[in-house]
């Protein structure tokens, strides 16, 4: 545990990607295979599940140091993290620990069934028993994710650095479904291993946004133009008569789109398509917010999916006919699925093509991209015809070219302290519009301004606090700011009656006074009919 | 609140600073007034446009150099000066060097006011020394249990540590501090055998002021002269303002280290993007409050800048009669804050 402290120790106190990648480097060629298994799985939010919920944490860590409860609670407002809270709070003890990293995970596991005086008399034992730093790792094993800044991508390359294992393979076999607590690392990164390979998907390849403009890139003729999707990035793996449904998040979700098992019946073993699962409520596409309701339920009601049926729409093929064609031009691999999707294609399956948008001028891609919101996508992506479907985010082959934002201009409300480095800062905002004589919350956002306006503004909430509830205050309503946001729809769920999608902050309006704010009626105008 | 006697406190909070009616004297005011008694010299404790200043001797110099030409009288610890029969007198607070807590006694009623202070001896400022009275306004900037500082020898060889290692891989080491107090107690603890020790400016003018009164080791002011050969691997002692401003280029390759008791906080670190943090301050963490508010043995509380209701709050459950009181100070925001937006122009 000492040394997987000292490494999250390490990565926390630096900035450059440099360091953080020989630090991780000399981590893996240091420590047991069980702990890197171990630390594999943590820094790739594999955590096992919270044996302890929070309430309680902050009780027993309340209990230990011995203030009362409110302050505890006070202190984890102003800290911002709750495993740092719990660490900074109880006093230190002088020694280190000598469990490993991989003896800790199981005790946190074995935890979960404990009585709640076990657990109580287990967290004691072990937080008075560490030292500030380990005393935080450890509680950040239960709570969640560090934050520390360590990509999957740079943990893959100091992964290679170690094993001398291509970078691209491991990504592969990092990927999908397995258990930390049974594999081994020999069997997770040193093997081949056939029956690993049915379900798992490829890394995905994410695009950045374009810089300047599309002219930029070269002739409209190197370049595959077809609409940004606003669904859920998945791909779509067919392998021995099997079905697997991925996210981008690398998470199975295979059970939340029952729609899909009608592929097996026509799409034949040893194909991957990459798509985007979008909602499509009488049988046109719909919006995010439509999407929500199906995103968070692990089953699906026949009510639901009557409601909200989904469909795939494809763009790309990774693998056909069990071969792995990632490395033919995206030309090639076009032409493959739409001959599959010609001769599949039914009104009934869900499976639609993503459209190739055909422009011989930058001109006409732009007035094409002018229509986004009417087909309700995000804007236009561009795709070199040459190129083959990389892994991670890269530059270059592949193009995001977003529609510019829609803005309002709205009144802060709330202000909340926000965590990690803005921790002790008031960064987390509610912004309201006007509703006949009255304020109405419409969204909140939390990026957007410079460190040094959000220290300014975190002062003036500081001097016009209204009221305190718990972590949130309310102020006097005064400052004006610009918000974005993606997309927009009618919601029943928000007191508006609006829903938006990514708002954020685009700029500090100081020379605008309340009542120029947008109203409720005016956001409204702008939900696509 | 019915409870009081209908009497008029001692000292009281108006618009310009705290207020002793009785002797028509302000302590640390915030806005120009006739008679003011000064704690130490931190920007938000003395600052420019009173008539008169009344400070430990120590302080003189320092304000002199912050101010310009006041009219200033120096006073000893422990000495008694009466102002229209109200007796004053000043005792070591421990914050920085020439620093004071106030007492005030009148009708046999003794007040004190805190200033900003510190109970750990840094080895610099004469230190701490708990004053009897009925009613303590006390600072209390780091008032909650999240704080904990440790011992100062740990804390500095820390630092040391990580300067040879800057050293041992060609990197000058730049440690950010605030220029009266913080970079002389550095500066005191700073292992010379490692290197030479540069400084900013501002520290170098600051702590000239400084060196009668202290055993400081030898510090070279960086100034356009200054070769970049010469500054390598070595230590450079620079206000938090010189961060990310042009003058640090010089500095490069470097590593920067920021000494504050907002270090504790991961996010504080990160927000102000500097490498190492450590966390050193001069003022007291959370037990430290609570012990010299014991010490003191007092009944009434009233709880200034800082994390001041929640502190109070916990003290009214520990029997105290603790109540908040609005003002201007800053305490070590000033280091972290508003400091650095004034240079961040330049």
Redesign the interface.
Known sequence: MEEFAALIRELDSTNKTTVKVAALTRYFQRVPNKDKVWAIAILSHRRPPRPVNTTLLRTFAAELANIPLWLFEESYHIVGDLAETIALVIPPAEESSEKSLTQYLQEIIDLKAATESDKKAYLHENWAALNYYERFVFTKLITGSFRIGVSQKLMTRALSKATEIDEDVLAYKLMGDWDPQKITFQKLILEENEEDFLSKPYPFYLAYAIEGAPEDLGVPADWSAEHKWDGIRSQVVIRNREIFVWSRGEELVTDKYPEFSAFLEVIPDGTVIDGEILPFPEGNIGTFNDLQTRIGRKTVSKALLKKTPVILKAYDLLEWEGKDIRDLPFLERRQILEKLYSTVQTEALPFHLSETISFKKWEEATTERERAREVKSEGLMLKRWDSPYLVGRKKGDWWKWKVAPLTVDAVLTYAMRGHGRRSNLFTDYTFALWQDDELVTFAKAYSGLTDAEFRQVDAWIKKNTLERFGPVRSVTPQLVFEIAFEGIAESSRHKSGVATRFPRILRWRQDKKIEEANTIEELKQLIPK | MPLKNQKKPLLCFDKKGIYCEPAGVYLDPWKPVDKAIITHGHADHSRWGHKQYITHHTNVPIIKHRLGEIEVSGKEYGETFVINNVKFSLFPAGHIIGSSQVRVEHKGEVWVFSGDYKTEDDGLAVPYEPVKCDAFITECTFG?????WLPQEQVMNDINTWWQQNQSEGKTSVLFGYSLGKAQRLLKFLDPSIGKIFTHGAIENMTDVVRPFADLPETIRITRETKKEEIKGRMVLAPPSAHGSTWIRKMVPFETGMASGWM????????R?V???FVLSDHCDWQGLLASIKATGCERVICTHG?SE?FS??LN?QGYDARTAETQYEGELAEM?SKS?EN?EN
């Open positions: 909650l249990p999240a704080f904990k504790a906080f991961r996010g504080a670190r990160r927000r993007a490498d190492r943090g994390y929640i709050r916990f459950e804050n937006e961040d």
